[in-house]
């Protein structure tokens, strides 16, 4: 019996299962909606002029929409020295 099954080609067919997500997809609807933002500090040897105490950042954001990348670069902080 089994080899007439094999021989005719019937099959029982796949069940697929729809993968599941336990969190709701957030998808950026128009440019800004949705940004990353990434800070960085940036070391005393990379800065080429004197920073007189001060450290300097660099702060990245990516819009989700559009893939736009913007870099600003200078916002400093002055270190305490006790």
Same mark, same amino acid.
């Given at each position: 019996?089994?080899?007439?099954?094999?021989?005719?080609?019937?099959?029982?067919? *796949?069940?697929?299962?729809?993968?599941?997500?336990?969190? !709701?997809?957030?998808?950026?609807?128009?440019?800004? !909606? /949705? +940004?990353? +933002?990434?800070? #960085?500090? +940036?070391? !005393?040897?990379?800065?080429?002029?004197?920073?007189?105490?001060? /450290?300097?950042?660099?702060?990245?954001?990516?819009?989700?929409?559009?893939?736009?990348?913007?870099? #600003?670069?200078?916002? #400093?902080?002055? *270190?305490?020295?006790?």
């Amino acid at each position: 019996m089994c080899r007439q099954i094999r021989t005719r080609g019937y099959k029982q067919p *796949e069940i697929r299962r729809k993968s599941y997500t336990r969190y !709701d997809k957030i998808d950026g609807k128009y440019p800004g !909606d /949705k +940004v990353q +933002v990434d800070i #960085k500090y +940036v070391p !005393d040897d990379c800065i080429k002029f004197p920073t007189y105490g001060y /450290k300097y950042y660099q702060i990245t954001g990516i819009d989700e929409y559009g893939r736009k990348r913007i870099n #600003k670069a200078g916002g #400093k902080a002055r *270190e305490e020295i006790s």
